[in-house]
């Protein structure tokens, strides 16, 4: 597996879904955006260059309409996402004198924005250099009125989270995530990306960073690394995510006045944040792995440009970092051909006040964390051991966001891996009878991919067991009156399950 298998084929055949969705989100946010920004301009309404997205007639693929995607060669090098400037006025309010001014200018035209941009294929100097311009419409010095740790909800769209009142670190589980479809098919199974369980602590919290600090110790760039050019996006990120803990668990998170030193009262650990880059803050404080990328100024395609990732299979961030999208899913079968036009406009329009959210599924021996190519683990998935019991199967979860931030434009793709027991299904209704379906009768191709061969004698049976003692108990009910057995299909809950919060909150103890 390669960085296609953590997004990968199901991310890619969905995408002309997700754009549908993005784009009418994104043509009413800029009808907002238009009018606020001419209000205050005092001027007409006839649409001026700018930092929003292209006009509604711009269609790349009209220059080649009648042929295939990959034919069209599109531009994006004058396509800009939705900017988040109108929100400046806000944030000025409570700035000093001088910053205010500067934070209320006036919005640059799209020929600052591609002459003037901020480069992101060599080192900047923001405190130094020459004021440039990132792809949401935000110049550095407007960047330098912010400071550090500005209002990243007010300047995303994106709210932050309510503290948890029934957190306790050493009983917290992550939400119990199924995410079984049926029929089974390559399609995005996307959901609204909810702003509280951004990132989620549990109580296995100390021993995964523990274990990615050894993981990075022994393997360096193969699971962090960042290339000229991401330094603006990568202190962004650390800083909403630093927030993102103080505002969630603000008994055990916090920042100094400063603003310089984080306290993890779970590690018993304070962080001079100015000391080290931000992805090692990252590393040490916060458990889930982030790959970022970057549009980039001459050709407005996006490049995989910086990255924490821990819990890979089959590849690393060494082989992947400073490829463009296409590159990076060469080896999925039509990409080219099907995919990457609606890939990269997705990409180029997507708004940063609409974070989606998604999970894929495998099943392991064990639970691999990570697992470069020529791992000895891997052979484990070549057999069927003989002696292989349920106890020894996990269902292994990556629950995947995606989400532009607000001031670099770039986007991010977090992950985190999630292991459970497959004994947990037994008492989960329908779950058993769910994922039998799948492993039975699911398309021989899809099936190969997933890669669950190699647990299916010590599973399937398992699960047909609990299957039947469900329907004694009475956990699963017809489909309808008229027929006599559940039929299977994606259940309502999904990708969780009917009763899913009293067991999840009966394991954490209240």
Same mark, same amino acid.
């Given at each position: 597996?390669?960085?296609?298998?953590?997004?990968?084929?199901?991310?890619?055949?969905?995408?002309?879904?997700?754009?549908?969705?993005?784009?009418?989100?994104?043509?009413?946010?800029?009808?907002?955006?238009?009018?606020?920004?001419?209000?205050?301009?005092?001027?007409?309404?006839?649409?001026?260059?700018?930092?929003?997205?292209?006009?509604?007639?711009?269609?790349?693929?009209?220059?080649?309409?009648?042929?295939?995607?990959?034919?069209?060669?599109?531009?994006?090098?004058?396509?800009?996402?939705?900017?988040?400037?109108?929100?400046?006025?806000?944030?000025?309010?409570?700035?000093?004198?001088?910053?205010?001014?500067?934070?209320?200018?006036?919005?640059?035209?799209?020929?600052?924005?591609?002459?003037?941009?901020?480069?992101?294929?060599?080192?900047?100097?923001?405190?130094?250099?020459?004021?440039?311009?990132?792809?949401?419409?935000?110049?550095?010095?407007?960047?330098?009125?912010?400071?550090?740790?500005?209002?990243?909800?007010?300047?995303?769209?994106?709210?932050?989270?309510?503290?948890?009142?029934?957190?306790?670190?050493?009983?917290?589980?992550?939400?119990?995530?199924?995410?079984? +479809?049926?029929?089974? %098919?390559?399609?995005? #199974?996307?959901? $609204?990306?909810?702003?509280?369980?951004? =990132?989620?602590? *549990?109580? /296995?919290?100390?021993?995964?960073?523990?274990?990615?600090?050894?993981?990075?110790?022994?393997?360096?760039?193969?699971?962090?690394?960042?290339?000229?050019?991401?330094?603006?996006?990568?202190?962004?990120?650390?800083?909403?995510?630093?927030?993102?803990?103080?505002? +969630?668990?603000?008994? %055990?998170?916090?920042? #100094?006045?400063? $603003?310089?030193?984080?306290?993890?009262? =779970?590690?018993? *650990?304070? /962080?001079?944040?100015?000391?080290?880059?931000?992805?090692?803050?990252?590393?040490?404080?916060?458990?889930?792995?982030?790959?970022?990328?970057?549009?980039?100024?001459?050709?407005?395609?996006?490049?995989?440009?910086?990255?924490?990732?821990?819990?890979?299979?089959?590849?690393?961030?060494?082989?992947?970092?400073?490829?463009?999208? $296409?590159?990076?899913?060469?080896?999925?079968?039509?990409?080219?051909?099907?995919?990457?036009?609606?890939?990269?406009?997705?990409?180029?329009?997507?708004?940063?006040?609409?974070?989606?959210?998604?999970?894929?599924?495998?099943?392991?021996?064990?639970?691999?964390?990570?697992?470069?190519?020529?791992?000895?683990?891997?052979?484990?998935?070549?057999?069927?051991?003989?002696?292989?019991?349920?106890?020894?199967?996990?269902?292994?979860?990556?629950?995947?966001?995606?989400?532009?931030?607000?001031?670099?434009?770039?986007?991010?793709?977090?992950?985190?891996?999630?292991?459970?027991?497959?004994?947990?299904?037994?008492?989960?209704?329908?779950?058993?009878?769910?994922?039998?379906?799948?492993?039975?009768?699911?398309?021989?191709?899809?099936?190969?991919?997933?890669?669950?061969?190699?647990?299916?004698?010590?599973?399937?049976?398992?699960?047909?067991?609990?299957?039947?003692?469900?329907?004694?108990?009475?956990?699963?009910?017809?489909?309808?009156?008229?027929?006599?057995?559940?039929?299977?299909?994606?259940?309502?809950?999904?990708?969780?399950?009917?009763?899913?919060?009293?067991?999840?909150?009966?394991?954490?103890?209240?």
């Amino acid at each position: 597996m390669d960085l296609l298998n953590v997004f990968s084929t199901q991310w890619m055949l969905g995408i002309g879904l997700i754009f549908l969705l993005s784009t009418i989100t994104a043509l009413t946010f800029n009808k907002r955006q238009r009018d606020a920004v001419l209000k205050r301009l005092r001027v007409s309404r006839r649409r001026a260059s700018g930092a929003s997205t292209p006009p509604r007639s711009f269609s790349p693929e009209k220059k080649n309409s009648e042929g295939p995607a990959d034919t069209a060669s599109p531009d994006y090098a004058d396509v800009f996402c939705p900017s988040r400037r109108y929100v400046l006025p806000k944030l000025a309010e409570s700035a000093s004198a001088s910053n205010k001014e500067i934070l209320i200018g006036t919005e640059p035209c799209k020929e600052f924005l591609r002459k003037d941009a901020l480069p992101t294929t060599r080192s900047y100097d923001l405190e130094n250099d020459h004021p440039k311009y990132t792809p949401t419409g935000f110049s550095t010095e407007e960047i330098k009125a912010m400071g550090d740790f500005p209002a990243y909800d007010i300047l995303s769209g994106v709210p932050l989270p309510q503290p948890y009142a029934n957190f306790d670190p050493t009983k917290a589980k992550p939400r119990p995530y199924r995410p079984f +479809r049926w029929a089974y %098919h390559q399609t995005m #199974s996307l959901s $609204k990306m909810e702003p509280e369980w951004w =990132l989620e602590v *549990e109580n /296995t919290y100390v021993s995964r960073v523990n274990e990615r600090k050894e993981l990075f110790e022994r393997y360096g760039k193969m699971v962090l690394d960042y290339l000229p050019g991401s330094e603006l996006v990568c202190k962004e990120l650390m800083e909403i995510c630093l927030q993102f803990y103080c505002a +969630r668990y603000p008994k %055990h998170f916090s920042l #100094s006045t400063d $603003k310089q030193t984080f306290h993890n009262g =779970l590690l018993n *650990e304070d /962080t001079d944040i100015k000391s080290m880059h931000p992805l090692h803050v990252l590393l040490n404080n916060v458990p889930e792995d982030f790959a970022i990328v970057l549009r980039n100024e001459n050709d407005g395609m996006y490049y995989f440009r910086a990255g924490v990732v821990c819990s890979s299979l089959g590849w690393n961030v060494s082989t992947k970092i400073g490829m463009q999208l $296409k590159e990076i899913h060469k080896p999925i079968p039509d990409y080219k051909e099907k995919m990457s036009f609606s890939m990269d406009r997705y990409f180029s329009k997507m708004p940063t006040n609409a974070p989606i959210q998604r999970g894929s599924w495998g099943l392991e021996v064990g639970s691999p964390l990570f697992m470069p190519p020529g791992d000895p683990h891997e052979k484990l998935r070549d057999m069927q051991q003989e002696n292989l019991t349920i106890e020894d199967c996990n269902l292994r979860v990556d629950w995947q966001t995606l989400r532009r931030l607000p001031l670099s434009a770039g986007i991010v793709f977090n992950f985190k891996a999630l292991f459970t027991p497959v004994q947990e299904f037994r008492d989960e209704p329908y779950i058993p009878a769910l994922l039998l379906k799948i492993l039975k009768d699911g398309k021989k191709s899809l099936m190969e991919y997933k890669n669950t061969w190699h647990v299916e004698h010590a599973c399937i049976p398992e699960l047909e067991k609990y299957a039947e003692e469900q329907v004694k108990k009475g956990l699963v009910v017809p489909s309808s009156p008229d027929e006599e057995s559940w039929t299977v299909a994606t259940l309502q809950q999904s990708p969780y399950f009917p009763g899913w919060e009293e067991k999840w909150h009966r394991q954490q103890g209240f």
